[in-house]
């Protein structure tokens, strides 16, 4: 049975620095692991970028016009101590919050059964009025809400990372 693999290279151009945890050899080796192994029927699938109205199902305007201008046209920018921007972040997260709206949206439509989207920056940190541990934007509960504006009447969230996904929480909590 085929998994549909949403990625792109823009997300290797979000680079918050040469000694922080979130660079881009983390998603590089993932996709090196999927293409060293033959077992897998993957079909490549390019992410696209999120809309902006899709970002607005768990974060208010004023969030995403504030980090749609906190990006850098050269260097970097901290947002915070763990959240850095530099002028390929915009895009990347864009990417990474397409990436699962566009797997959501396929399944949906009946488009294939399942999916895996390879994305980064991550976004479980990301609280809907707030960019934090690496964050910028809540991907898993923006795909949440387009799940649920799409027919699922019940959808559930597996966070495996080593910590807790506050911000996925804090979409959902009330």
Do not use: W
Request: charged letters at 25%; aromatic letters at 4%.
């Amino acid at each position: 049975m085929d998994v549909a693999l949403y990625t792109h290279l823009d997300m290797l151009d979000h680079r918050p620095g040469d000694n922080h945890a979130e660079r881009p050899e983390r998603l590089a080796a993932v996709l090196d692991a999927l293409d060293d192994d033959a077992g897998l029927d993957l079909e490549r699938r390019e992410a696209p970028l999120v809309e902006l109205a899709d970002l607005a199902r768990v974060h208010p305007q004023g969030f995403i016009d504030a980090v749609l201008a906190a990006a850098p046209s050269q260097g970097r920018r901290a947002l915070d101590p763990d959240t850095v921007l530099s002028t390929g972040s915009l895009a990347a997260a864009r990417r990474a919050a397409g990436a699962v709206v566009a797997a959501v949206r396929a399944v949906a439509a009946g488009r294939g059964t399942r999916a895996f989207c390879a994305v980064r920056p991550p976004g479980h940190h990301a609280e809907p009025d707030t960019a934090m541990g690496f964050c910028l934007f809540s991907n898993i509960a923006v795909a949440a809400r387009v799940a649920q504006a799409s027919g699922f009447k019940r959808v559930a969230i597996v966070d495996f990372d080593v910590h807790h996904g506050n911000g996925t929480q804090a979409a959902f909590e009330h």
